[in-house]
């Protein structure tokens, strides 16, 4: 059974920093590439980072050079490091996996993150 497990979300000031994780198992977790969406209220679901099975990554425009995915293949997990938060990153955060295309394949129950003062 395929399980992608977020955590760490909550509420944090503007300029502060939050670190996501996902758990998954269930998966060959190291051929995959992951990935981490959010979804604001109203908008819809865009892509925030991906990170292949070969390290490459990708980022949205709208966090490049705030936020940094990794990924550790010996616990399974990719990471979300998110620095200089501005109010418009409130949304609920998605970790995913995808195909060999880079459309998400699978979705985690996803992880609230709150900007504001």
């Known amino acids: 059974q395929v399980q992608l497990v977020e955590s760490g979300g909550g509420l944090v000031q503007p300029g502060g920093s939050l670190r996501l994780s996902c758990a998954a198992s269930?998966?060959?977790?190291?051929?995959?590439?992951m990935g981490w969406y959010r979804q604001a209220p109203g908008k819809e679901r865009e892509l925030v980072a991906r990170i292949s099975s070969v390290f490459e990554t990708k980022y949205g425009d709208s966090v490049k050079g705030r936020f940094t995915i990794s990924r550790d293949n010996a616990k399974d997990t990719v990471f979300l490091q998110m620095n200089s938060l501005k109010p418009e990153d409130t949304a609920v955060y998605y970790c995913?996996?995808?195909?060999?295309?880079?459309?998400?394949?699978?979705w985690g129950k996803g992880t609230l993150v709150t900007v504001s003062s």
């Open positions: 995913c996996y995808t195909n060999d295309l880079y459309v998400p394949s699978h």
């Open positions: 269930g998966i060959d977790f190291s051929r995959k590439t």
